[in-house]
């Protein structure tokens, strides 16, 4: 296990499921992250958390906050509770680090923006792929005209749900279906690598029993003028593979969304291909660490947010999934 510097910036976790041990994993590698508490609605669910990772401390989500010793607070619990729980840390003066999706709705996620710009305080959205090597990889390309201007993007993310996240996926309660758990991926991923935000949206969604939507199609125009294609599932295996085309080539990149390569095709402007190479870069087997570090390195240089994911953008695309949703005339039981 590595060493924790004296300086290391002390975690807390409210929320102790499924991903929140993907990061307590990940803080173990990163020298200048200590995992200081873990807080859970269930004391013994927290105490086993805390002692699995190594953990000080083992709290209820009020002492989590009320810790003088706790500096950023990451919430890894469902989508309902994000705005909750990411405001009370940023009541108590934490920084936080918000699992995905941000909040529920945009309006929740302005209030979260103006809380910690208020309190000058360090708040991000987890969105964990943008941070990893391969995908700054595929931006750089794209940014180096490696395909000339980029015109569509066709993307297909869907599988059957694991089991263990289906009652996440499925309960409307719990803020599920396939648009803020899932879409939100390639929604980002297209947002992120064009640099800018849809500024025309269609869509469509199939509803499952539950009432939440389980496949959705979304279609966008951005300011540049390239078009998009997403089609996202929880209940359809679907290749997972994004395809972005250009003026003078076309991206494959298979294994949507963290894959670690990806093939470019160029031609001169005809439809003979003159060249392919295929790229490769990988990531680390955890691949939050490079959120992590981003966070770290945001808090030490005294960032209130990441340039990677900007909150203004966070609020844009929760925007976006607002508009479908109303489109669709989805709202959630809490709304
Ligand atoms: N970055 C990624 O790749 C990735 C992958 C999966 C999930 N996520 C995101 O991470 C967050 C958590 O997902 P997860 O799969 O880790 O969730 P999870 O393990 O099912 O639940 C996380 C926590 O939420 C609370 N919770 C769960 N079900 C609840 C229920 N029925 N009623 C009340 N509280 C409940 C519990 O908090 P307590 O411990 O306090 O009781 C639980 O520990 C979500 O925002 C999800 O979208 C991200």
């Not at 295996?237 to 003078?248: D, F, L, P, Q, W």
Request: charged share 25%; with cysteine; hydrophobic share 40%.
């Amino acid at each position: 296990m590595k060493m924790a510097n004296t300086k290391a910036l002390k975690w807390g976790i409210i929320g102790a499921g499924i991903i929140a041990q993907k990061i307590a994993e990940a803080l173990q590698l990163d020298a200048n992250s200590q995992l200081w508490a873990v807080a859970s609605k269930t004391p013994a669910k927290a105490k086993k958390f805390a002692e699995r990772n190594g953990a000080e401390h083992a709290y209820s989500y009020q002492e989590i906050v009320d810790s003088r010793e706790v500096d950023i607070i990451y919430v890894a619990t469902t989508h309902n509770f994000h705005f909750e729980n990411a405001k009370l840390a940023l009541q108590h003066g934490k920084h936080v680090l918000l699992e995905k999706p941000f909040t529920v709705n945009a309006r929740q996620a302005r209030e979260l923006v103006r809380l910690a710009r208020e309190k000058n305080l360090f708040l991000m959205e987890a969105i964990w792929v943008r941070f990893l090597p391969s995908i700054k990889l595929l931006k750089k390309k794209i940014q180096n005209n490696a395909i000339g201007d980029v015109k569509v993007f066709n993307i297909s993310f869907g599988g059957f749900v694991e089991t263990r996240f289906a009652e996440r996926l499925k309960d409307p309660f719990l803020a599920g279906g396939v648009t803020l758990d899932m879409g939100i991926y390639p929604i980002s991923f297209v947002c992120y690598l064009l640099g800018e935000l849809p500024m025309e949206i269609k869509s469509m969604t199939r509803f499952s029993d539950l009432g939440v939507d389980e496949i959705s199609n979304y279609m966008f125009r951005f300011p540049s003028g390239c078009l998009t294609n997403i089609c996202t599932s929880y209940n359809l295996k679907m290749r997972n593979e994004a395809m972005i085309y250009g003026t003078r080539g076309f991206i494959e990149f298979p294994q949507f969304q963290a894959g670690e390569r990806f093939a470019i095709s160029t031609h001169e402007g005809t439809n003979k291909i003159s060249d392919t190479v295929e790229v490769v870069e990988k990531n680390h087997s955890n691949g939050f660490i490079y959120q992590v570090e981003e966070v770290v390195r945001c808090i030490q240089e005294g960032k209130l947010e990441s340039a990677i994911i900007p909150l203004e953008e966070t609020i844009g695309i929760m925007e976006v999934m607002d508009k479908m949703r109303d489109e669709w005339g989805f709202r959630y039981p809490f709304e």
